[in-house]
């Protein structure tokens, strides 16, 4: 979970308790399944999806070229993982936490 998000995630589950008047200790995931409603967990999980789909099939402006870069453009030498993305750690909390980070580009 994205700790960002926690206290509007705490607020959706909240809001679908009161829009289907339910106990305050019943458990949200039915609920959404009966609103036909996703989890913004869930929203954020599919929204990813699909933006490294379209990363990978280059069906996005040329400003997200550099965004991700997998292992094997890292070396030379074949490894088990060369096929994995590999996203540059942030080390401080700005760089952590900010949405419009673009690590290969610095």
């Not at 030498?77 to 540059?88: A, D, L, P, Q, V």
Request: hydrophobic letters at 35%.
């Amino acid at each position: 979970m994205v700790i960002q998000l926690e206290p509007v995630i705490k607020l959706q589950k909240k809001v679908v308790r009161i829009i289907t008047f339910s106990d305050f200790r019943r458990h949200s995931k039915p609920l959404f399944r009966k609103l036909a409603n996703l989890p913004l967990e869930e929203i954020n999980n599919v929204a990813t999806a699909i933006f490294t789909y379209k990363f990978f099939n280059n069906m996005l402006p040329s400003t997200f070229d550099k965004f991700f870069q997998l292992d094997k453009e890292l070396h030379e030498y074949n490894t088990r993982g060369s096929e994995k993305i590999h996203m540059k750690h942030g080390w401080t909390n700005y760089k952590k936490y900010t949405t419009t980070r673009m690590p290969y580009l610095e």
